[in-house]
Structure formats: C-alpha cells, structure tokens
C-alpha cells in the first residue's frame, strides 16, 4: 500500500527576514564614530580592530560597551562586551573579549508551509545566527617605534529550521510530521596587526581579516548558501596629526571600501568625532556616517557615537530572503541590514600605569672626540626635543648615559614646557677619562630619558647610537686643536725642564725682560734636536698626535707640531695661541703654525727686532698690549731665526694684505685650558 | 738708430715685465733706504729699483722719493717720512670698517666657554713709541733713531697716503700711530687727518665723532672756527 500525503504545501507570500538583526560593531565607541581606527585604535578596544594597538595599555585596561538600535523593533540597551587587557614585561601586552551581545540574527521565512489534515499550518522557516563571541589577542613592540599584533576569535554560525519527515503509523499511512534542526559551524579565525609610528605626527597601520581559517565545516551542503561569508581582508591605513589637537585618519581595505575620520580634542578633555564610509562597489558611494562624542578624566574615558546607514531600504526588517540570498553577509559591521545605532563605551585604566606626561620626539647628536671629554660636561653634545603631552606645563630634565664611558648619567637641569608644547633642550655628558684610551673610532648605545615625576623613573625614552672617535681623531675645527694640547703630561714636562734646566745659568744671567724669549728660543732649539722628520704640511689630516706621541715618535705634520710645541711652551707658563689659515682660494691647504707671548710690551721690541713686521702686538688677559711672535713650527729643523721669519713673512701675508681676519679664513685660537 | 730702437723697446715692454704689485722707484733725492718684508736690515734705495707692498720705504733730511705705482701714476715721499708698500692700496668701505671694527672690540676678553671667540690680536706694524717723553727704556732703535721721531715720519707717511687719495689706509695708519704713540694724540693734526679722511670716503658719523674729539682738544681760534663749521656743515648733510 502506498503511503498517501497528508499533506499539503501551500505557498505564501515572502515576508521580512530579518526578525532581529544585531551587528557586532568595534568594542569602543571612539572607534565606531572615529571609522578609520586601523591606526587610531589604542589600548584595550584594538583587540578585534588592530591588535598591534594593544600596545596603548599602560598596565591594565578594561572597556565595556553597549549599544540600542534605533529600529522599530528596538529591544533597548544590549550588553555587547567586555575587554580586559593586560601589559607585561614592558613591551608585550594580552587581551581577552567576552561579547554575549555580538551577534547577527536573521529569521528567515520559507515559501512552503505545511498545511496539515488539521488545517494547522506550520511555516518551514529558519533562522540564522551568527556570533562572535569570545577572542584572545597578543601584541608586542618591536621596537620603539613599530608594534605587532595577533588575534585568534572563534565565530559560531548556527542555523535553526523545521523538517518535514514522514512516519509509518498504524493502518499503514505515513503521517508527515515536522522536527527541529539545529545546525551549528564553528570556525576559528586568526588575525595579524602592525602598527608604525613613522614620526610624532604621522602613523601607519595595517589589519588582516580572517588571513586564517580553521572550520569544522559541519554545515549541511545545502546550507552553506546561508553561510557567513568571511573573505580574506586587509585594511591599511593613515593618521595625521597637523596640530596636537587633531587627527586625521584614513583606512581602506582589499573590499574597496575607504574610511575618513577625524578627532579633535576640546578643552576640559572632551573630543569630538566624525566619520565618512565610502564604498566604491555599491551605487550609494556613502553608505554610512558616524558622529560621536568622548569625554576622560584621568583613567577613565566616557565614550558616545551613532552610526548612520543612509540606505535603509533593507533595514528594519524590511529584507527579503532574496535580498538576503543576493546581497550576502561578509561584514558584520557593514552590510545592508544592520540597523543603525547609538554605541556607549567605558574604559577604565587601573594598576601601577602613569600616563606619560611628556615624550621624546626627535634627537641630535655630535659625535664623541676623546681629546675635548672634559668639555662636554659644559658643552652640549646633544639636543631632543620634547613634547608636552598634557593640557598643564610640566617641569622636564633629560638624562644622559653611555654606559661605557660613563659612571652614572649626566642630567639637565628642569626645564618648563607649556601645554602641548615642544621643547628643544641640549644636554651635556661627563666622560670618564677612559675614553681618551679609545684607539679607534666606535658606535655605541646611548640612552636619553625624559623625567618629570619622582615617583615615576621616566616619562619616555630613547636610545640612540653615538659615534665615539679614536683618541688621535679630530674634527678639523682650528678651535678644538687645542685639545690636545697637555702641557701637564709628564714627557713634556720633563723634556721643558731638563731642556730649561740645560741653560740654566744662561737664562739667569741674561736680560730678564728677554727671559720668556730666551727660554722659547731654547725649548724651540732642544725641540729641533728632538725630532728627525716633518711630514709635508700639506698632508695634514684629521689625526692628531698628542704630544708625547710626537716626543716619542720624532715626527709629525704642522698639527702634531704646534700641539707639541705649543704644550711645551705651555708647560713653562708661556702664553701660545694657534694661527689656522685656510686659503679661500686653495681650502685643502689649510695650515696651523702657532705664536707666543714674549712678555714684552711694544715699546720694548726694538730690544727683539727692528721691523715690527716680524712680530704681532696683542693684549694680554688684562689689556696690556704685548709683543706676540709667529713660528712655523713645521720648520723647527731649519732653526728658530727661519720659523720666526717664515712664521712673520706668513702672517703679514695672509692677516696684513690679504685682510685674511677679518674675511673669516685667519684665525688666531689663544689655547686657553681652564 | 739701433740704440733708439732698444731704448723704444725697453720702454714699451717695462710695463709688462713688471708683475702685479710692484712698484718702480723713479727717482731717489738724497737718501732713503728700504726695508724688505721681514727683514732686520735698511738698505740703501736705489732708483730703478722695483718694490713690493712688503716693503717700507724711509727717508731722511733733505730727502724725496718718487714712486711709480702699478696703477701707472706716480707717489712722491718727502723728507722724513716712513711709508709701508702695503698701505699703497685703496680699501673698500667695508674692509674698512671691519678693520675699524676689529679695533673696538680688541678689548673684549676672551670667554671661550661661552662660545664667544674674538680674535684678540691687533696688527700693529709701526714704530714704537715710548710712553713718556724722556723715557729710559729703549727709547730708540737700533737705527739710532728716537722712537717719537719714528712716530712723526710715520704720520708723515700717513699724509702721504692721504695727499694721494688713500684714505681708508691713511686712517688706520694714523690710528696705528696715535695708539703706540699716545702723546701724538695731543696733536690736533692727526684727528684732523682722520676726520678728513672719513669726509673724503663720505663716512659722515665717523667723520663727525673724530670733529667732536677735535672740538673737545685745545685748538687756535681758527682751528677751533674750521672745525665747527665742517661739524654744522655735515650735521646738515647728516639731516638730509
């Protein structure tokens, strides 16, 4: 006996899906009204976003949020998540979601209803669910400037429906009854992040959506129609900050949709917020618009936005099941359906955090030469520039270290930045006396922190490398040759001494007024005798050899020369000065040679020369004038006469009629060591 | 006709074998001596001879010399005056300045730590004066001349430089003097030479700081007239 029907289908007409329909939208308001976060997000909202942005969290973080659709069928206030986020160990940061209320849920009603011998109809809808509910993210900074982020989400599909199965019952009919199906697909997603701050005012980020993909794939093959659709995604964006109080932001993905957004921050720390949506692939270029509204006290942050679908065809529950089947769901933030809606959000950050008060925004710095350490305990070796970043002035000091060539950092003294404002402060480094044993030239890590609070060891830090020179280098500069003049170093006072001690009785029976010019023309002769080789002059380049290293070698070019001769004069108490002469016309050849207080006022040079040509009046540290005589100290084996007159005849030349002083390429550098 | 020719020859090629900068002693009357560059020793002037501005032409009583400049035009020295080569040359205003400059500040002491580095040299070539008249020490050269004497030909020098339109160097060269020399100050000639000088170069507030100096000295009647008048006069011109 063949079984008989019992029933009857009878086709209805279509009718709304959408029976519910709440979207996931970003856990933070800021980010719902702002749109493009992809590098504006920070802190504990960045978990589903950009999870590079985690790095925002001082140390703990949690944000809440909520939201109410604005539809007809509006429920009220739904609960959408909870965010608690954690960073460690300085550069790494955790964060877990819980969002019982992220889900999208449509009611979908079949064309067939079974009419039953009963005239009961029962309709063979179905409905679908998706949820996002829980997810795991890690973030850590790469360096001082980058930060990398992963994200792992599972994503629950579940379709509920009516079947229709018919059972064998007495008499031999088949009665058609209806069951509940529920079928439920899990997928596991993972997500990478990477936010760049390429300067203080510029930032650039990038998020993958759904790179991974692990499914159970349970759905039923004629099913999987209604499946969400999760195409792989990325999202890159901008942000500009022209001003402290503006931003500037800018996404666009791999789905051709493009997000511009702004913040600007109002006084009494309340900020406002706008943004635009475009979508190059549907006819409605704007298919959204956000506004919003923040306000934050301390370590809490208040949050309000509303976003605007401006097509609402096919929202509050006006969609078809064909306008479901042909327009799909890929974006539980923007798709056709979703309603719009005001989003609330709180964020409270708590534990040990400081919220940073000032940040370190650029840095300059010289490099190291060991022959002038001492000077840069008064002269700055560096500068950065520091920004306020608080609505207050602050009180600033920045610290100095290398940890090589230093015991302890060296400090600025405070400096006073006005809100918002920058700062460029210099600093200073007091070197050990080590570093003039460096042989060679070095790169090595040097540390700048910015401090303000007691409480707090830094508001922000920097380390940067730092050129550190040999001991013989030297920057060309005529004004730093000096340096290495040590007429403390025990070879030359030895050799001034024992050359002094040699003439003794000499220079005890001479004319007194003539005695610093006897003794220069001894220590100048004893000097000749000492060395055996002068390199061309013009071979002179930017090594130094201190003196005792001249002593020791014998020889050297016209720098060694006069550092040497100009620390043995010194060592005797004799005032020497260099002459730095670089022909403009010829700078290559650039040349020192160096003269010397004779101690006599002018009118007593005729008791040293008849021609004033051969010496230079100059007053002495207290206005008396004094005769001073050039010596072309790289011609110290010819005799002193000869160094005196080349020494003369070169600076009549180049100082007299070349007027070289005053046109800036002559100069006279008194060596003046205290 | 062979001879005429030579000499025709020499005459007309002597300009090119002379190189930039030198300069030809015309003539010698009585005697005068030179000094080269950084040389201790005078030796005797010579005419036809060729200079250098290293060189430092003197002369004695009773003495001329006549130069030839590389320019083409001719400088007469007179008796008793000292005149270096190296001032034989116009200066621009600004050179000038600056050098004036360089002599203001020369007091500044150095203050390195500062950043601040003056050169604290003055270039002084000239002769020595002693402080006092009658001054023990050294009060003559080993030339046997009196240092204030040497003082005197100098600023004669000087005026040679300004007969000659020099001004720029005539006004360092008499400020050079008056600073080894202090007693030459007392003479209101040589403030008159600088005032002047800056007139010609048409440095009116420079000219008009060295009148006022001149108006504060002890002057004759019509030294006294003269420079009241140019100090009216260029006031005016200051006004205009």
């Not at chain 1, 609402?312 to 933030?333: H, K, M, P, Y």
Request: with cysteine; net charge negative; hydrophobic share 40%.
């Amino acid at each position: 006996m063949r079984p008989k029907a019992l029933f009857l289908l009878v086709l209805t007409q279509l009718s709304v899906i959408a029976e519910r329909a709440e979207a996931q939208v970003p856990s933070s308001a800021r980010e719902v009204a702002l749109g493009a976060w992809v590098t504006s997000v920070s802190g504990a909202a960045s978990i589903d976003l950009n999870p590079a942005g985690l790095m925002g969290v001082r140390d703990w973080e949690s944000l809440g949020s909520t939201y109410v659709t604005l539809s007809r069928s509006a429920s009220g206030f739904i609960f959408q998540d909870a965010i608690l986020a954690k960073r460690f160990l300085q550069s790494n940061a955790l964060a877990f979601r819980y969002s019982p209320g992220a889900m999208l849920s449509f009611h979908l009603p079949d064309t067939n209803t079974i009419l039953m011998p009963d005239s009961i109809k029962i309709p063979l809808d179905k409905s679908i669910s998706f949820r996002d509910a829980i997810e795991l993210a890690y973030a850590k900074q790469i360096t001082r400037d980058i930060s990398l982020g992963i994200a792992l989400r599972t994503f629950q599909e579940e379709i509920s429906m009516k079947k229709i199965f018919y059972k064998l019952e007495a008499g031999n009919q088949f009665v058609a009854q209806t069951a509940d199906s529920t079928y439920t697909q899990w997928t596991w997603l993972a997500d990478l992040g990477v936010k760049w701050q390429y300067s203080p005012s510029i930032l650039f980020g990038a998020a993958t959506r759904n790179l991974l993909r692990f499914s159970d794939r349970t759905l039923p093959s004629d099913l999987r129609s209604l499946s969400f659709h999760m195409p792989r995604m990325l999202r890159i964006g901008a942000a500009y900050s022209p001003t402290a109080n503006l931003l500037l932001a800018l996404d666009i993905d791999t789905e051709k949709h493009a997000i511009l957004g702004w913040e600007y921050q109002l006084p009494y720390n309340i900020a406002l917020r706008q943004s635009t949506h475009i979508d190059a692939t549907t006819s409605r270029i704007v298919p959204a618009i956000g506004l919003g509204i923040g306000w934050s006290y301390r370590f809490v942050e208040l949050n309000a936005a509303w976003l605007h679908f401006t097509d609402q065809r096919l929202r509050n529950n006006q969609a078809s099941f064909v306008d479901f089947e042909t327009e799909g769901i890929s974006n539980l933030v923007m798709n056709s359906f979703t309603d719009d809606r005001i989003v609330f959000s709180l964020k409270v950050a708590f534990g040990k955090a400081h919220e940073p008060v000032a940040r370190i925004e650029d840095i300059e710095l010289t490099d190291i030469y060991p022959s002038m350490y001492y000077v840069y305990a008064y002269r700055p070796v560096g500068r950065a520039r520091v920004r306020n970043l608080t609505s207050e002035p602050v009180h600033v000091r920045l610290s100095f270290m290398i940890n090589d060539f230093m015991n302890t950092p060296t400090e600025t003294k405070p400096e006073i930045i006005p809100a918002h404002g920058l700062l460029e402060i210099p600093f200073t480094a007091l070197f050990k006396e080590s570093i003039t044993r460096e042989q060679e030239t070095s790169l090595r890590a040097a540390e700048i922190a910015v401090e303000s609070s007691p409480e707090v060891p830094f508001e922000d830090r920097a380390q940067v490398q730092v050129v550190v020179h040999g001991r013989n280098d030297w920057n060309g500069d005529p004004h730093t040759l000096q340096y290495f003049v040590t007429p403390t170093d025990p070879a030359i006072l030895a050799f001034s001494r024992s050359a002094l001690e040699k003439y003794k009785t000499l220079i005890d029976t001479s004319d007194p007024r003539l005695n610093t010019f006897l003794r220069s023309q001894i220590l100048f002769s004893e000097f000749a005798n000492r060395l055996t080789y002068v390199n061309d002059p013009r071979l002179s380049d930017d090594r130094v050899q201190y003196p005792s290293e001249t002593l020791s070698l014998k020889g050297g070019d016209c720098d060694d020369m006069s550092v040497a001769f100009a620390s043995i004069l010194e060592s005797v108490g004799i005032a020497s000065a260099f002459v730095d002469i670089v022909p403009p016309e010829d700078p290559e050849n650039a040349h020192v040679f160096i003269m010397f207080d004779t101690g006599l006022p002018p009118k007593l040079g005729s008791l040293i020369s008849n021609n004033p040509k051969r010496y230079v009046i100059r007053k002495n540290s207290r206005g008396e004038d004094r005769i001073w005589i050039p010596l072309e100290t790289t011609e110290v084996t010819k005799g002193f006469e000869t160094a005196w007159k080349l020494g003369a005849e070169q600076y009549f030349e180049n100082v007299e009629l070349k007027s070289g002083l005053i046109k800036g390429w002559v100069h006279v550098i008194d060596i003046d060591l205290d | 006709m062979g001879r005429k020719l030579v000499i025709l020859f020499l005459s007309l090629s002597l300009p090119g074998l002379l190189q930039a900068g030198d300069f030809v002693v015309k003539s010698v009357k009585g005697s005068a001596v030179v000094r080269h560059g950084v040389s201790e020793q005078w030796v005797q002037l010579r005419g036809g001879e060729k200079l250098t501005d290293d060189d430092v032409v003197r002369t004695g009583q009773r003495s001329a010399v006549t130069l030839s400049l590389p320019s083409g035009s001719t400088l007469r020295i007179p008796e008793y005056a000292v005149l270096n080569l190296s001032d034989v040359r116009a200066l621009s205003q600004e050179e000038l300045l600056l050098k004036l400059a360089m002599e203001n500040i020369r007091n500044v002491p150095r203050n390195r730590r500062e950043g601040i580095i003056i050169p604290n040299t003055t270039v002084v070539h000239g002769s020595d004066k002693a402080q006092e008249a009658a001054a023990a020490n050294a009060s003559q050269n080993a030339d046997g001349l009196d240092n204030s004497k040497l003082a005197e030909m100098e600023f004669t020098g000087a005026q040679v430089l300004f007969n000659h339109d020099y001004y720029g160097t005539c006004i360092l060269r008499t400020k050079e003097v008056l600073r080894l020399s202090p007693e030459m100050s007392q003479r209101p000639e040589t403030h008159l030479l600088i005032a002047q000088s800056f007139e010609r170069l048409e440095l009116i507030s420079e000219a008009l700081s060295e009148y006022a100096l001149l108006s504060s000295m002890e002057l004759s009647p019509s030294q006294r007239s003269q420079v009241e008048s140019k100090i009216e006069s260029l006031r005016s011109s200051l006004k205009k």
